[in-house]
C-alpha cells in the first residue's frame, strides 16, 4: 500500500512563474491537506479538502494561491506569479475521516530564484 | 486564534538521561497529536491522542493529554541516539471550535542526543 505521494520532490522557479504541485493520497484515504513549513520553522495549515470540495482554506494567502481535489486524479496546489518568499517545502497529508492520524508525503520544496 | 507553544526549542540530551516536552495550547480541544520529523525528511506520526487522560506509549517514548490545562506532555525515557529529531505537537481545532483535522503545529523542538 503505496504512502502518500507527491512530484515533483523539488522545483525551481524563477519569479513570476507558475508552480503546480502534486499530491495523491493514499488509498482509501478522501480527506486531503495541505501544509506550508519555512525553513526552520513549523508547519502551517494552508487548505483541507474533500474530492471536488474544498472544505476549509482559511490558511492560503488570497491571491496568487489555489487547489483543487478533482473527481479523478491527484490533488494540486497551484501558486501563480510566484515570489521568492514562497520559498518553501509544501507537504500534502491524507486521511480516513477525523480524527485517525494524518499520514505525511515526501513533500515538495520549492525554490524561488 | 489557536496558539501552540512548545519547550524547550532546543533539547540536548545525553544517552540514557530522560526528559520531557511540553506543548501548551490556548484553546480547548481534545484531539493532539506527535510527529517526529529527521532532517529533510516529511512527518511521521507518533501518537494521535483523543481524550483528556489519554496516555500512549511506544518504546522509549510516552504521551500524556490533560485537556483541562491545556498541556499534552512527550516524555523520553533513556534517550538514545536514534531518537534525535525535531518533535511537533500538532492540535485539531477548525472553525466553529469542530475538529476535522486542522492541525496547528507547535514550533517544534530539537532533540539531540549525545554519548
Known amino acids: 500500500n503505496a504512502g502518500v505521494m507527491q512530484n515533483p520532490r523539488h522545483l525551481v522557479r524563477r519569479r513570476g512563474q507558475e508552480a503546480r504541485l502534486r499530491c495523491s493520497p493514499m488509498?482509501?484515504?478522501?480527506?486531503v491537506y495541505w501544509y506550508r513549513q519555512l525553513p526552520e520553522e513549523g508547519l502551517k495549515f494552508m487548505v483541507y479538502?474533500?474530492?471536488?470540495?474544498?472544505?476549509?482554506e482559511s490558511g492560503m494567502p488570497k491571491e496568487r494561491f489555489s487547489a483543487e481535489f478533482p473527481k479523478e486524479g491527484p490533488s494540486i496546489l497551484r501558486i501563480q506569479q510566484v515570489v521568492r518568499g514562497d520559498s518553501a517545502a509544501y507537504f500534502c497529508?491524507?486521511?480516513?475521516?477525523?480524527?485517525?492520524?494524518?499520514?505525511f508525503g515526501p513533500g515538495t520544496r520549492l525554490t524561488v530564484l | 486564534e489557536l496558539k501552540v507553544e512548545q519547550n524547550p526549542l532546543f533539547l540536548s540530551m545525553q544517552e540514557g538521561k530522560n526528559y520531557t516536552i511540553y506543548c501548551n495550547y490556548s484553546?480547548?480541544?481534545?484531539?493532539l497529536y506527535w510527529y517526529r520529523q529527521d532532517p529533510g525528511k516529511s512527518l511521521e506520526s507518533l501518537f494521535v491522542?483523543?481524550?483528556?487522560?489519554a496516555v500512549k506509549q511506544e518504546g522509549r517514548l510516552m504521551a500524556s493529554l490533560d485537556t483541562k490545562a491545556r498541556l499534552s506532555t512527550l516524555h523520553i525515557t533513556a534517550a538514545v541516539h536514534d531518537l534525535s529529531a525535531t518533535y511537533f505537537c500538532?492540535?485539531?481545532?477548525?472553525?466553529?471550535?469542530?475538529?476535522?483535522?486542522?492541525?496547528?503545529f507547535g514550533q517544534g523542538t530539537i532533540l539531540t542526543v549525545h554519548p
Open positions: 497529508a491524507s486521511s480516513p475521516p477525523p480524527p485517525k492520524a494524518q499520514f
Open positions: 500538532a492540535v485539531d481545532l477548525g472553525a466553529g471550535g469542530t475538529s476535522y483535522g486542522k492541525l496547528t
Open positions: 479538502l474533500q474530492k471536488e470540495n474544498i472544505i476549509d
Open positions: 488509498k482509501g484515504h478522501s480527506h
Open positions: 484553546t480547548t480541544s481534545d484531539r
Open positions: 491522542l483523543l481524550s483528556n487522560g
